[in-house]
């Protein structure tokens, strides 16, 4: 029961933590106010609302959406029109929150605030559908010679070459590692996390996911045996494997990565948007 309570605690934790309430520096390039004075004012005003921006509604928007189908780096898999979905209504809801303003998306002032600057999402698709949704927000105003895509093992990057931006997308849906063992089994290790993370040094902005993998059931199942230093386990609750897996995560963040230069958001779960595995 004790355990069962902890579990619970732990995951209840994990939420309100990935609750991402945007600090002081967060709202200024939101808002794209290049004024001191307006500055000054825009934090007073957000000091004083303390907008919690997952409070809201969502609002039907004929203006939208910002891109469409055409946009060359949505992958056809993640595509509802390419797929043949007759309907469009659903792209046209914008959030509003509760207590202030979450202006329109403007891609020319997001890359101005973004200069110089990487920004990497990590995790699985979910993270792959916002990365995309990403690059088709802000490609369409590059030239077309000004901008690339690029590979580098797990990981693709959308740059623009003005902005010297690179929007990157890391594939790790456990973020831990996952590696073929003994007779080519699959091991999940939970205390090993290093042959990812060497992607993710040097990034200025890194927003994590990892949830749904750890909850597939056996028949759909990412990997043969756990691994927790050096103990092999055939079978572990997922929530307790889960629990480890995010603490290696957290570790390695705390110890390599200065929070002064790398700015690191945590997503919480999201619905599951395959029917596959929508039982």
């Known amino acids: 029961m004790a355990t069962s309570k902890t579990r619970v605690l732990f995951l209840s934790l994990c939420l309100i933590l990935g ?7 967060d709202e200024l390039w939101l808002v794209g106010d290049d004024d001191p004075l307006n500055a000054l004012q825009t934090r007073r005003e957000r000091r004083e609302e303390r907008c919690d921006y997952s409070v809201g509604k969502w609002t039907f928007d004929e203006t939208y959406p910002l891109y469409d189908s055409s946009c060359p ?18 792209q ?11 202006p329109r998306f403007d891609a020319l002032k997001f890359l101005g605030k973004m200069r110089g600057k990487r920004i990497m999402l990590v995790g699985d698709s979910m993270m792959r559908n916002q990365w995309e949704s990403l690059v088709c927000l802000v490609q369409s105003v590059l030239p077309t010679h000004r901008k690339k895509l690029t590979y ?15 929007i990157e997308f890391c594939w790790a849906p456990l973020l831990v590692e996952l590696k073929r063992g003994v007779d080519r089994k699959r091991v999940l290790h939970l205390d090993s996390i290093e ?36 103990k092999i386990f055939k079978a572990m609750d997922p929530m307790v494997a889960y629990e480890r897996g995010l603490t ?16 690191v958001i945590f997503r919480t779960v999201s619905p599951r948007f395959f029917l596959l595995f929508s039982s």
């Not at 929150?97 to 979450?102: E, G, Q, R």
């Not at 580098?152 to 010297?164: A, K, Q, R």
């Not at 992607?199 to 990892?210: A, E, H, M, T």
């Not at 570790?251 to 002064?260: A, G, M, R, T």
Request: charged residues 20%.
């Open 73 to 90: 780096y949505l992958s056809s898999a993640l595509s509802c029109q390419r797929n043949g979905r007759p309907d469009s209504y659903y």
């Open 19 to 25: 609750k991402v309430v945007l600090s002081q520096f």
């Open 195 to 230: 042959d990812n993370a060497r992607y993710w040094r040097g990034v200025d902005v890194l927003v994590f996911d990892s949830a749904h993998w750890w909850t597939h059931s056996q028949r759909w199942s990412s990997w043969d045996y756990y691994m927790d230093g050096n």
């Open 152 to 166: 580098n093992g797990p990981t693709m990057s959308f740059h623009s070459l003005d902005f010297e931006t690179s």
């Open 248 to 263: 290696t995560w957290a570790k390695w963040v705390e110890i390599n990565l200065d929070p002064s230069k790398t700015k």
């Open 92 to 102: 046209k809801w914008r959030w509003i929150p509760k207590a202030c303003s979450l």
